[in-house]
């Protein structure tokens, strides 16, 4: 908070995102322990990532079903490939801060976690039980076909039959963890080309091409 | 339990560290005068403890918000609505949510750098329309100062010479983003007024602060202080001086008197070890947050003032107002696919409008400004959720590409207008509950008349139009009166004021119009509580020319030895 003069300012910039901007040390070692290093343990050790809340059926369903929504394409990786098993799981047990509620006052962070384990935990259950009734085994279990035909009666919510309304809402839920895995990962990041997170030295607004595209142009300088 | 007592006696004790403390630290240090100022969170320095270019992935969470940082884990506020052991309660049948910060610089940290004047209108409300009542200073009174923080600051935008929208010192705005254009394009159609915001963001070099570098994170806090924050422009050269001594986890409890009704000081707890300190000091300024404030007045209680200290109006916590809010947010086909490019610009929109109707052809007294942004943000924790909503759902490939087409395509419209006070909203002292250090909390009732239930319904309706004819979609139906037409409850914009008002009158204000108590002349508040009305806009810029008017007059009359 002292003054700041330029060849600071410079090496303040230059040295992102190492030290200056990064996290504390308890932070930067949760973080890089548990998605990007855990994997990268596991890969050199051979062991695998252990979650801390789905069980070891859960964990394995969770990465079928992630990969299924954002597969590996000529593009970019998957879901599993971008962590986002991994960041279920941790998700599954970071405590939210406390929340509004509709009817006024908070929902507290202990009950909203145990809300959002229960859907994870009683979704793929249900998952586990449709597929059981139509085919006599576990979604694990099931032939890709087989999978499919299950998740294409749930991923459509217009579309569902009415009876699948539980499963519409596991299915929206996984939906949305899932992409935000995927998107704020390396890989999603740099599949969605953003741009943006550097030092612009000088602002020059929209280039030709974005302006074009939505019919508007700078006045004149 | 024994009172530690500070040996030294300072010239002024200042309660807060944002930005009505922050800035009378600097007026009142550069003054002369000693100064000792306690903040009741932990030190905080942008430079070490903000997350400027963190990316996503460097967080487990994706900046999820969790308990200790409410608007998540890159913002730079540590705080939020609700803090561990320090509750506060509502009435029945009151919602109000409260924002507090615990952190030197309290929310300046992380705010939006909306930095608008209230204008010659904004002053003189009752006597335009005859509701609340008008301010006893006007813009005219207040014009030199914003002229002075515009100039010590920083602050970018454009001349317009519209009369209740001042103009001020600025440097050049940033050139809009596409979408802006487009927005603006049919703003021009409808005749919504649509200009070059102005945010306390530099767009030259200032000093020894840089410009922007654009990376559009200002509230993540700017590592090289290139926007307004109190610990990046106010503290550090009230450091200089040599004349400021800062208590960090110094929680406020009460202002303590003499036998002839002057402060003497304020006491405190000391966070870490829970003992009870007491600082002397010959003028106590309060800029806790209006609330705040008025919980402390309110709480200082003694033989000489039973209903608390500057609190023989009874209007201490009286005339509570937050602005009126909402937000529509709209998907857009013509901005899918959209061409990658660096839209970042600063932290905060390039352009906004700011009100521009005649409330007399309206049937709602008092006005709103329009906020918006979209576009390719950094893809942060919740981006593109609901997707369903848009394209139907599914999953594969196909959803895959979907998430592709669908970036940055939706822009969200925000309105902040003002709402009247009225007498069922206000806070007071809950007879029954304390804080863990002990402090009674505050109790907040809040209501909203239908002023600003018909005015949250003209915004519904300006936003959708501008959706509408932009050829999108609002991703959210039309609230129903029964729904309060979306307009958030109190307390949700964090644009708290008015609780501590100013006024001619001391039996219907608690300060007089230098922000002096009427009640205790060494006593003064410097944050949000004396405005007597809220405006269309965000109170910070006029939190922080009153509070330099305020340190100024103080400086005067120490120089006088009038206090």
């Known amino acids: 908070m002292s003054t700041i003069d330029r060849r600071r300012v410079l090496k303040l910039l230059g040295s992102a995102p190492a030290l200056g901007f990064t996290w504390t040390v308890a932070e930067a070692r949760q973080a890089h322990q548990h998605a990007q290093a855990a994997k990268k343990a596991a890969v050199k050790t051979g062991k695998a990532f252990q979650p801390k809340f789905l069980t070891d059926h859960e964990y394995k369903t969770v990465r079928v079903l992630v990969d299924m929504i954002i597969p590996k394409d000529e593009r970019s990786g998957s879901a599993t490939d971008a962590g986002v098993a991994e960041f279920i799981d941790f998700m599954m047990m970071d405590l939210p801060p406390e929340q509004r509620s509709p009817a006024g006052g908070f929902v507290s962070s202990d009950e909203q976690r145990t809300v959002r384990q229960t859907a994870m935990r009683g979704g793929l259950t249900w998952l586990d039980v449709q597929c059981n009734r139509r085919f006599n085994r576990t979604f694990l279990g099931c032939t890709e076909a087989q999978r499919k035909e299950v998740i294409d009666d749930i991923a459509w919510p217009a579309k569902a039959r009415p009876e699948m309304t539980h499963g519409v809402a596991f299915f929206n839920s996984l939906r949305d963890l899932t992409a935000t895995g995927f998107w704020t990962s390396k890989i999603g990041i740099e599949d969605l080309d953003y741009q943006g997170n550097v030092f612009v030295a000088e602002w020059e607004g929209c280039p030709e091409e974005a302006l074009k595209k939505l019919g508007v142009k700078y006045e004149a300088d | ?563």
């Open chain 2, 1 to 563: 339990m024994q009172i530690v007592p500070t040996p030294k006696i300072y010239d002024v004790c200042i309660v807060g560290s944002g930005a009505g403390g922050g800035m009378a630290a600097k007026v009142l240090t550069e003054a002369g005068a000693d100064c000792i100022m306690l903040e009741a969170g932990p030190r905080f320095d942008s430079e070490k403890d903000g997350k400027m270019f963190a990316w996503p992935y460097d967080s487990p969470r994706r900046g999820a918000a969790s308990p200790q940082r409410g608007f998540g884990d890159f913002d730079a506020g540590y705080g939020g609505w609700t803090l561990d052991g320090e509750p506060y309660t509502t009435a029945p049948g009151s919602q109000f949510y409260w924002y507090r910060a615990r952190m030197l610089g309290g929310r300046t940290n992380h705010w939006g750098r909306i930095s608008l004047r209230f204008g010659p209108h904004d002053f003189k409300r009752r006597s335009i329309d005859g509701l609340g009542d008008d301010w006893p200073i006007g813009y005219d009174d207040l014009k030199p100062f914003f002229d002075k923080v515009d100039t010590l600051i920083g602050i970018f935008g454009s001349k317009e010479g519209m009369e209740n929208e001042p103009d001020g010192i600025f440097m050049p705005p940033p050139k809009p983003r596409c979408y802006e254009l487009m927005v603006k394009k049919a703003c021009d159609k409808l005749g919504i007024t649509c200009i070059p915001s102005r945010l306390s963001i530099l767009t030259k070099p200032l000093g020894d602060r840089p410009a922007c570098h654009y990376c559009g994170q200002c509230g993540r806090s700017c590592s090289t202080h290139s926007n307004f924050s109190s610990p990046s422009v106010l503290i550090p050269p009230s450091l200089k001086t040599g004349k400021l001594k800062i208590v960090t986890g110094a929680m406020a409890r009460e202002v303590t008197i003499d036998k002839s009704g002057l402060a003497t000081g304020v006491s405190y707890v000391n966070t870490k070890d829970r003992r009870e300190y007491q600082v002397r000091a010959k003028i106590v300024v309060l800029a806790a947050s209006a609330c705040e404030s008025a919980r402390i007045l309110l709480n200082s209680k003694s033989t000489l003032f039973p209903n608390g200290l500057a609190n023989s109006s009874g209007v201490v916590g009286k005339y509570l107002t937050d602005s009126t809010g909402l937000s529509v947010s709209g998907h857009f086909p013509q901005m899918m696919n959209s061409v990658p490019h660096n839209e970042d610009g600063v932290g905060g929109m390039h352009l906004y409008m700011p009100w521009w109707l005649d409330n007399k052809k309206l049937d709602f007294p008092r006005g709103y400004h329009i906020e918006f942004g979209g576009g390719r943000n950094m893809p942060g924790y919740g981006i593109m959720g609901g997707i369903h909503r848009l394209n139907g759902g599914g999953y594969g490939k196909a959803l895959k590409n979907d998430y592709r087409k669908y970036y940055g395509a939706s822009i969200s419209f925000a309105g902040r207008g003002e709402m009247v006070p009225n007498k069922e909203t206000y806070c007071e002292i809950d007879p029954v509950v304390v804080d863990k250090w002990g402090i009674p909390v505050l109790r907040f009732h809040f209501k909203f008349s239908d002023y600003e239930y018909s005015q949250a319904k003209h915004m519904q309706e300006t936003f959708r139009s501008i959706i509408h004819d932009l050829g999108g979609t609002p991703t959210s139906p039309m609230p129903t009166r029964e729904q309060g037409y979306g307009l958030e409850p109190g307390g949700w914009i964090i644009h708290e004021i008015g609780t501590t008002r100013m006024g001619d009158d001391p039996k219907t204000s608690v300060l007089n119009k230098n922000c002096r108590a009427h009640d205790v002349k060494n006593l003064f508040v410097a944050d949000g509580g004396p405005f007597v009305s809220n405006a269309d806009k965000n109170c910070t810029w006029t939190i922080l020319a009153l509070a330099m008017r305020t340190a100024e007059y103080i400086a005067e009359q120490r120089k006088n030895g009038s206090v």
